[in-house]
């Protein structure tokens, strides 16, 4: 097995990709007039899971430069967080637990935030490489308020701003590969929680089956 570790140049590029997926999630917010400011409810409590290696290796680059103490409260926090999604699986139930990284109702590594984390709220729109095009209609509370700005249908759904995700994904998708050397498909898929990230530590992969043996 061997670490999956972000070049700076990568690092660098996934920061730019996060930047710009902040800045979409800041036109349509403008556009709609929607804030999370004064919400009872908080986000980072949602049931989100995760499926890069380079998300994966950005996250650990924050999660490294936090002070030893520090990481072992997180770490315990995921451990108990790993322990009671499960608890609510065993019982077909979506889990609805705190993020570990979240303390006082802040993120501890928001520069490192996933994804998920920063487009999660407005409405957004992606096409999948298939040709489907895929619309989400964003966190509850901003489905109320394009429910009262746009109460017809029709103008709902031409009409309402969203995030256009396809191209940043596309981006995402290619550092992905590039951290990869190329040979992304020979892995599996992952599909992780942050808390399980944080526990399994550094993304490791071991050599694809089709590859051992041979000298490099």
């Not at 049931?47 to 290696?53: D, E, G, R, S, V």
């Not at 619309?135 to 249908?153: A, I, K, M, S």
């Not at 992304?184 to 089956?209: D, E, S």
């Amino acid at each position: 097995m061997k670490e999956v570790k972000l070049s700076l140049d990568l690092a660098d590029r996934m920061g730019q990709i996060y930047k710009e997926m902040e800045k979409g999630y800041e036109q349509v917010a403008v556009q709609l007039k929607f804030s999370c400011d004064g919400c009872p409810d908080n986000c980072c409590d949602s049931w989100f899971q995760h499926h890069t290696f380079v998300e994966w290796a950005y996250l650990w680059l924050g999660f490294c430069e936090l002070a030893e103490s520090r990481q072992a409260e997180i770490l315990e926090r995921s451990r108990l967080f790993i322990s009671g999604s499960e608890q609510a699986l065993a019982r077909n139930e979506r889990p609805e637990l705190m993020c570990p990284l979240n303390e006082n109702g802040r993120c501890i590594l928001y520069a490192h935030r996933l994804m998920v984390c920063r487009t999660h709220g407005v409405p957004a729109t992606m096409q999948r490489p298939d040709g489907q095009r895929l619309n989400f209609p964003g966190c509850f509370r901003c489905q109320e308020l394009v429910e009262r700005t746009f109460p017809d249908q029709l103008e709902k759904q031409s009409v309402v701003p969203r995030v256009e995700r396809t191209l940043l994904l596309r981006r995402l998708a290619q550092l992905e590969n590039e951290l990869m050397e190329g040979r992304r498909h020979l892995y599996p898929r992952i599909k992780l929680t942050i808390a399980q990230m944080l526990v399994k530590g550094p993304p490791m992969i071991a050599t694809p089956h089709c590859e051992r043996g041979r000298t490099l």
